[in-house]
């Protein structure tokens, strides 16, 4: 710190602050300001649209629900498929079982 205003290239002038006893080095911007950031704001259409992927998610979705639907109308309809069959399978069942009953009692004695 050799002198009270110094001059560094990469970060502009630099001033002293004195604070109670102790000197503070600052670092300013250059005189004139930074130079402007170059940026291009017209990027290139890369991709699909906004609509494009929203339709599309739309499309695969309710897919997706249709699929359900079916799947749980099948399901409903093969349980009460299975609820018939026991219904109608009980009296043969019934039957066996009495015939099974009255031989055992008759014959087991």
Do not use: C
């Not at 017209?42 to 979705?61: C, E, H, K, S």
């Not at 349980?79 to 009495?98: F, G, H, W, Y």
């Amino acid at each position: 710190m050799s002198s009270a205003v110094g001059n560094d290239s990469r970060l502009g002038p630099s001033r002293e602050l004195r604070q109670g006893k102790a000197a503070i080095r600052q670092d300013g911007p250059p005189k004139g300001g930074y130079p402007k950031v170059t940026y291009k704001g017209n990027f290139p259409v890369r991709g699909p649209g906004a609509t494009a992927i929203l339709a599309t998610t739309g499309a695969v979705m309710a897919w997706g629900f249709y699929k359900v639907v079916v799947g749980n109308k099948q399901r409903r309809a093969d349980k009460e498929e299975k609820k018939l069959a026991r219904r109608n399978i009980v009296p043969v069942l019934q039957a066996e079982e009495d015939a099974s009953l009255i031989d055992a009692f008759f014959h087991g004695m």
